[in-house]
């Protein structure tokens, strides 16, 4: 079955960078946009990147651009989210998920569009 494995998340101070890591297994990799979303204690799941199947567009959130890059291994079926000048308000749990797109150059922001959906890694900024 579909599988995607978050890892990579954990505490780190305002300023500091992580990156991200979602591993894909059970599927033809380069079929799927992949996402990330981040959902904050109270809140909503919202979007943070895409990108499609062979990487020809991403596409950002206004909170996070210039500040974070996705980016994607279909070698490794892995997908990533380097996180740089990270903010208080970053501080949520992160989701990648794949929407199947047959390696067409679409994305979306939309969850009710992504099929498959990783279990999260906590990501925590202090001050």
């Known amino acids: 079955q579909v599988q995607l494995v978050e890892s990579g998340g954990g505490l780190v101070q305002a300023g500091g960078s992580l990156r991200l890591s979602c591993a894909a297994s059970?599927?033809?990799?380069?079929?799927?946009?992949m996402g990330w979303f981040r959902q904050a204690p109270g809140k909503e799941r919202e979007f943070v990147a895409a990108?499609?199947?062979?990487?020809?567009?991403?596409y950002y959130a206004d909170s996070v651009k210039g500040r974070v890059s996705i980016s994607r291994d279909n070698a490794k079926n892995t997908v990533y989210l380097q996180m740089n000048s990270l903010k208080t308000e970053d501080t949520a749990v992160y989701y990648c998920?794949?929407?199947?797109?047959?390696?067409?150059?679409?994305?979306?922001?939309?969850?009710?569009?992504?099929?498959?959906w990783g279990q999260g890694t906590q990501v925590t900024v202090s001050s």
């Open positions: 998920a794949a929407d199947l797109t047959l390696g067409g150059a679409t994305t979306t922001t939309a969850k009710y569009e992504y099929d498959y």
């Open positions: 059970g599927l033809t990799f380069s079929d799927y946009a």
């Open positions: 990108i499609s199947g062979r990487a020809v567009r991403t």
